[in-house]
């Protein structure tokens, strides 16, 4: 990702592997007993049925440097939730885009980049305890990728539904900020797709 200028904002060419299968996915879900015991709480029924959806996310990639020595950092911004996490996995990335389960991105590249510079100071600080010595470079690049999610579908007592959302490239479950992101981006398609039928 060694460009003169940053891109930012490329159409999604690329997508991060889905490493996570449904089964083992569905295993993640239910581990645990106060987890288990929650849910029959809740009301939880069975599983009504699983898929698996590809969220926009921008991976942010920015130099620092400190002492005289460079580094590297790349941080994905979900495009739809904003939730910012450090990027360990380069190799996890392909350059096929899957051709179903997309939504496209709430958030701009120039936001996203914001949001990973922002994050990432105060990542650096809490890493270090005291004021950050280095200092943050131009951004090199935005990127728009794919990344992968289980979305699990369950009927409660009286008809609710709830989703349970599971990352599919590292399977850990996901935080409160993404599940919110999935929803949001199913909403937005739901309206979307109302809106075109009404036309």
């Known amino acids: 990702m060694d460009e003169e200028e940053p891109r930012l904002g490329a159409p999604p060419a ?3 592997h889905a490493a996570v299968d449904e089964a083992a996915a569905r295993e993640i879900l239910s581990r645990g007993w106060l987890r288990s015991f929650l849910a029959h709480v809740r009301g ?6 699983a898929e698996r959806v590809w969220l926009p996310t921008y991976l942010v990639t920015i130099p620092m440097v ?9 941080c994905s911004v979900d495009a739809v939730s904003g939730a910012f996490a450090m990027f360990a996995m ?4 392909g350059d096929d885009t899957p051709q179903s389960g997309q939504f496209p991105p709430r958030i701009g590249p120039q936001e996203a980049d914001s949001i990973a510079r922002a994050a990432l100071v105060a990542a650096i600080l809490r890493l270090r305890r005291k004021s ?3 200092q943050l470079g131009d951004t090199e690049s935005v990127e728009l990728l794919l990344w992968p999610y289980w979305v699990f579908y369950h009927r409660r ?7 349970g959302v599971i990352d599919a490239a590292t399977g850990g479950r996901v935080g409160h900020k993404i599940k919110l992101g999935v929803l949001d981006a199913f909403r937005s398609a739901a309206r979307a797709d109302a ?3 009404g036309t």
């Open 14 to 16: 690329r997508h991060v």
């Open 44 to 49: 939880a029924t069975a599983l009504v049925r």
């Open 66 to 74: 400190e002492r005289g020595a460079a580094t590297r950092f790349q």
């Open 90 to 93: 380069p190799e996890a990335i």
């Open 132 to 134: 950050a010595t280095g």
């Open 157 to 163: 007592r009286g008809g609710a539904m709830d989703i």
């Open 195 to 197: 809106a075109t039928k």
